[in-house]
């Protein structure tokens, strides 16, 4: 981290979008040269990225393997190059690591495949789907980042307008009712938001428009490698026997490195259905006091309509917070493992910025004073904040629009700005710790001035700005532009905890 008094401008170098550049040590001098000369003051490597493979020399983790065709040169140091030439330019060095993701789901590689063990279980469901003219789909897929040859369901989370897939027909159902069926890849498609579209391949039934349409719900346990659920990462129960592996990850590169801090990255589950293993069930019933439960109906039931949420159980509640302790626990145990090894090192943690929905990851990111009265929240949930812990917080602000005015004139929520990101996460932390306001680069592609302006309200709202990421500063050419928002070593014009 930067001194205490100084902003904290961190550029975050994902290792599978900068593999290339990060391969030898004229790339990462020229990195390291780039960022000081636009007044970067933190680069935030990434050497265990989700798939759990290291950039690193670890006797722990496998070697990063090939990306994209690209292998990654076996006996290169990444983490030991950015060290000395960042350091030789007065430059910090954070190594980031992804805590509970130790697998690529399109690589299918990484520590979770070998052990399966290890990795969350996932209440996830399929869906039953009857058509009044006697067709019967079943679904598994909700939601893809990529298309599937199987019948799969799209509903707003995956975005409200879409296409077809190539070879498939897509029917919108609204209302329990067949609205529209398109057979042509140039037609955009509305997605309703009390409805969704079902994806199937053109020969595997024929619907019609007007038929009524009824869902049924079948809920199925897998694990996190076949979960039909979007996420690129296999990640690993939080409490099972992956956890002593992660602390030992930490220490290996606290002990090995001259960092200047750790950052933890996907400290958290993937997501609302994990992790519904037997251990986490045994230890939730522990922790509850009341016996044996109805798994999973104690803590919800999948909703017949995979467009709308679970329906909570009579447990729900104390479920999300028995999630957010998990996290907590381990964090505590984390930074506290840092500290002891070498006490100048910080700790610091790259989080969600939206905060009201955070928990369906199971990570409350607060202070512990922190009681917005949420109605999913617990009276004791507040207690579960950790953000004490840590020496710094990044939150995610990544929003296209700068301002709640700009977001207003895009006829967008103002909540969908990264002013009202930044005032969230200062609302949430409450001066505990330094917050970096998070910015999503791609977001900003072709609106240069829209970039100069979100990095101004960053710096402006909160501590510093952390730029996500190295590859768009390289594909867009804007060092230059960050040179001039962020000239020389400029104070932070907040004061927080020490």
């Known amino acids: 981290m930067t001194e205490d008094n100084l902003q904290g401008r961190l550029l975050w170098c994902d290792a599978e979008a900068n593999c290339s550049r ?7 001098a020229d ?7 636009a007044n970067v003051n933190t680069l935030i490597v990434d050497v265990k990225p989700l798939g759990g493979e290291a950039l690193y020399k670890s006797d722990l983790a496998p070697r990063l393997g090939e990306v994209e065709g690209f292998i990654y040169p076996k006996e290169f140091d990444l983490l030991k190059a950015m060290v000395e030439e960042c350091h030789s330019r007065g430059l910090k060095v954070h190594a980031a690591i992804n805590v509970f993701a130790e697998g690529h789901r399109q690589w299918g590689r990484g520590p979770a495949y070998q052990h399966p063990e290890w990795q969350a279980t996932m209440c996830e469901g399929t869906w039953d789907i009857k058509f009044s003219g006697g067709a019967c789909i ?3 897929y909700l939601d893809p980042w990529d298309p599937v040859d199987e019948p799969t369901i799209y509903t707003m989370k995956s975005g409200a307008r879409r296409h077809c897939d190539a070879g498939n027909v897509c029917v919108v159902i609204q209302e329990g009712r067949v609205v529209q069926v398109v057979h042509e890849q140039t037609v955009e498609i509305s997605v309703p938001a009390d409805g ?3 994806s199937l391949p053109s020969d595997s039934a024929v619907i019609a428009p007007d038929e009524t ?17 979007s996420t690129f990462g296999i990640f690993v129960n939080p409490i099972g026997p992956a956890r002593e ?3 030992k990850i930490i220490e290996e590169i606290v002990s090995k490195y001259d960092v200047d801090a750790i950052t933890f990255d996907r400290m958290r589950y993937p997501n609302l259905y994990a992790d519904f293993s037997e251990l986490s069930r045994t230890a939730f019933e522990e922790w509850l006091g009341q016996g044996a439960l109805n798994w999973p109906t104690d803590i919800f039931v999948m909703n017949d309509h995979p467009w709308k949420p679970p329906t909570p159980g009579k447990h729900y509640k104390k479920w999300l917070e028995w999630r957010a302790w998990q996290i907590h626990d381990f964090a505590d145990e984390a930074v506290a493992l840092v500290r002891r090894i070498k006490p100048a090192t910080k700790v610091g943690v790259y989080v969600g910025s939206w905060y009201e929905s955070y928990y ?3 990570v409350n990111w607060a202070r512990p004073s922190f009681r917005p009265g949420y109605d999913w929240m617990t009276p004791e949930y507040h207690r579960t904040g950790y953000a004490e812990m840590f020496d710094y917080i990044c939150t995610g602000c990544y929003y296209p629009h700068a301002t709640r005015a700009d977001a207003r004139s ?7 700005s990264v002013e009202a990101a930044c005032g969230m996460s200062i609302k949430a932390v409450d001066g505990a710790t330094p917050i970096y306001a998070s910015l999503y680069l791609r977001d900003y592609a072709d609106k240069l001035d829209a970039f100069r302006k979100a990095v101004q309200v960053a710096l402006l709202e909160t501590n510093g700005v952390m730029l996500f990421d190295l590859v768009y500063l390289e594909k867009y050419g804007w060092w230059d532009a960050l040179k001039e928002e962020m000239p020389g070593a400029a104070m932070s014009p907040h004061n927080v905890a020490p």
């Not at 349409?213 to 659920?229: E, G, H, I, T």
Request: neutral net charge; proline residues 2%.
């Open 410 to 416: 895009a006829g967008r929520s103002e909540g969908a």
């Open 22 to 28: 990060m391969a030898d040590s004229a790339g990462v």
């Open 213 to 229: 349409v009824a869902f049924r719900c079948n809920p199925v346990f897998r694990l996190a490698q076949d979960s039909k659920v």
């Open 31 to 37: 990195i390291a040269a780039k960022a000081a000369k």
């Open 360 to 362: 369906d990851v199971g």
């Open 138 to 140: 079943t679904a598994e």
């Open 196 to 198: 969704c579209v079902l």
């Open 245 to 247: 592996y992660e602390l």
